[in-house]
């Protein structure tokens, strides 16, 4: 499943139009001053524009047509039109400062708000949410959707303006003279239909195009990821046509945008030409009988030839409606995506280990599949319980419903007594941690991995938690020690060492409950069982132990060991009972044994 809206493939011009007009009604609400600033600096610009085309017809007929027929030239008179048009032209700078300031500091505050919201709806979406929707389709709804929405911003402000002085100019026409008024009658209505009918050819395109976009960041950031895959398998070249045959699409998708927008813009450039010709022609007859004076005709001209660019603003505004509607629907999709945790008012105070109990526990994914079926078992305060079952038993969902990233479909799962969905996100972060399968390090320095900007992180906590993970020494060797960059997800650590960074991780945030999601698998065994070993030691002065162990060193480490086949516990007791009496048990720790000995 796709964050992308099915909807927007049937949508017509006009239901886009007005969708964009309700998305543009939105951004203005969020940021009414900057709004109305560049819509203030754009009015006046238009005003000034259409004031402009008249000072320029009164210079011409007051100053350069008696130049003309006197052969002589008034300096004064030159003077005055020159400080006037210096004048016009300096405030015309100014408003369009104003509007352009204020337009892009609107548009890029929407983008900023839009991102937050997005990224803070990311974290508070459940993990099923982010199996069914990839990465890169997520990560293009963050970046390229968000632009998208957000683009017809820009030229709002110029629009908006350029309708005002469309008003004012032809009023003005028509005041000065009807004839000449018909052409701006039926020049302004007839440009209005294009930019409509090109609405509605555009926006199929614009919205497959952006649909594209997101097709092209899915394969992309899957290639990134599975990059050592692709390499070992050599197969380098099938993965490049498969990202070339979308970026073909893509290709192929912006090409109909700009040959559709290479079609209409010199239309639009055009039509205030044809206008201008049309005032010409008339304005000369209509000057021949007297009815308008040469300024007039000038000013009326002018007017005209001015006019293209600020109606391109209006292009503009309808041109990047289709593909803002687009991405606005992708971006909306996740706003208002079902699923969020909810979290509860409760908390749980208490320095020593916690209790973690589950009560006849059933859960399901997305497709309906029981994972765990009336699971029932129990961590006791200070003690260290391990899970082992074959692959899909649902040891991992165990783990994930321990720490809350899932809620149970039936049962309870509670840690001293509370139900896990009554507690705060705090009270869980606080009393909970987990290591999961796969390590992640960010692209920081060891300090920021293991500490988190927890205020309580200081350097002694961030050696201790160091130790405890068996990977102090190794920290201590690094030219940098603590300061260390690791690299993109910790590129510059072994498989074993970001295990011991995410474990150290979890360690110094003290938790009263840890759980190991077969979290030491890439570690060397006799590294395994001195981590376990500390941990052991130490569970009974800070944190209980649930962990998910295949190797035959870590189980009997454990206070008891839970056995699970197809989501029930079959079996439950120390690892030595249970290899004697639990054949299948028997089976699965000696065969994992038998495959590390032929690996070795």
């Given at each position: ?25 939105q ?100 993990l ?5 929707n ?24 110029l ?10 100019a ?21 440009l ?26 899915e394969i ?5 990821d ?26 192929d ?38 009815a ?16 293209a ?5 209006i ?44 009560e006849?526990?059933?859960?399901s ?9 009336d ?5 006791p ?7 082992v ?46 290591v ?14 293991i ?15 160091l130790?405890?993970a ?14 260390t ?9 072994s ?14 945030g ?11 698998s ?8 001195a981590i ?13 132990i649930l ?22 516990i079959?079996?439950?007791g ?27």
């Open positions: 499943m796709s964050v992308t809206s099915t909807a927007d493939m049937t949508r017509t011009g006009g239901e886009v139009l007005r969708r964009g007009l309700g998305i543009l009604g951004g203005i609400a969020a940021q009414p001053r900057l709004f109305s600033i560049s819509v203030a600096g754009s009015v006046l610009h238009g005003a000034l524009l259409v004031g402009n085309a008249y000072v320029v017809g009164e210079i011409v007929g007051r100053v350069v047509t008696p130049a003309f027929a006197e052969n002589r030239i008034d300096t004064g008179a030159l003077a005055l039109a020159a400080a006037v048009l210096l004048g016009i032209s300096g405030l015309r700078v100014a408003a369009m400062f104003a509007r352009r300031l204020a337009a892009g500091a609107m548009m890029f505050r929407l983008q900023a708000g839009y991102r937050e919201r997005i990224t803070r709806r990311y974290l508070e979406l459940p099923a949410w982010h199996q069914r990839s990465a890169g389709s997520l990560l293009s709804t963050a970046t390229s959707d968000v632009e998208a929405a957000v683009q017809p911003f820009a030229p709002l402000p629009a908006v303006g350029t309708v005002v002085m469309l008003v004012g032809l009023g003005s026409v028509l005041w000065t003279d009807w004839v000449l008024g018909l052409v701006g009658l039926v020049l302004v209505p007839s209005f239909a294009l930019n409509i009918f090109y609405s509605r050819r555009m926006s199929p395109l614009q919205m497959r195009a952006q649909r594209l976009r997101a097709g092209v960041a992309a950031h899957e290639s990134f599975g990059a050592l895959v692709i390499k070992t398998m050599g197969k380098e070249a099938a993965e490049t046509a498969r990202f070339a045959a979308k970026v073909g699409e893509l290709r998708g912006l090409i109909r945008v700009g040959r559709l927008r290479g079609l209409f813009d010199p239309v639009m450039d055009a039509l205030p030409s044809v206008g201008t010709v049309a005032v010409l022609l008339l304005g000369t007859w209509r000057l021949s009988t007297g308008i004076t040469v300024s007039q005709l000038v000013s009326v001209a002018f007017l005209f030839t001015v006019l660019f600020p109606l391109r603003a292009a503009w505004l309808v041109g990047d409606m289709p593909r803002g509607v687009a991405g606005y629907d992708r971006v909306h999709a996740v706003l208002a995506a079902e699923g969020s945790t909810r979290y509860g008012n409760d908390d749980v105070n208490s320095a020593t280990p916690a209790r973690l109990d589950f006849n526990v059933g859960f994914y997305a497709d309906g599949e029981p994972v765990l079926r699971v029932t078992l129990s961590v305060a200070g003690k260290t319980v391990a899970l079952g074959p692959t899909g038993s649902g040891k991992s969902t165990i783990a994930s419903l321990a720490v809350r990233l899932v809620d149970p479909d039936a049962g309870t799962v509670r840690l001293d007594g509370a139900d896990l969905r009554t507690l705060t996100a705090e009270a869980l972060a606080a009393n909970i941690a987990l999961p399968q796969l390590p992640f390090v960010f692209d920081d320095t060891i300090r920021a991995n500490a988190l900007d927890r205020p309580a992180a200081d350097d002694a906590e961030v050696w201790a938690a130790r405890l068996q990977i102090d020494s190794f920290v201590a060797g690094l030219p940098a020690s603590l300061d960059e690791v690299g993109e997800r910790g590129t510059s650590l498989g074993g060492q970001r295990q011991r960074l995410t474990l150290a991780r979890a360690l110094a003290y938790p009263r409950l840890l759980i190991l999601d077969d979290a030491t890439a570690v060397d065994p006799r590294v395994e069982a376990l070993g500390a941990l052991r030691s130490a569970a009974g002065e800070g944190a209980s962990v998910v162990a295949y190797r035959r060193a870590t189980i009997a480490l454990a206070d008891e060991v839970v056995y699970l086949e197809s989501g029930r079959l079996a439950r120390t690892h030595t009972e249970l290899l004697a009496t639990v054949p299948g048990y028997k089976d699965l720790v000696t065969a994992y044994e038998k495959a590390e000995a032929l690996d070795d």
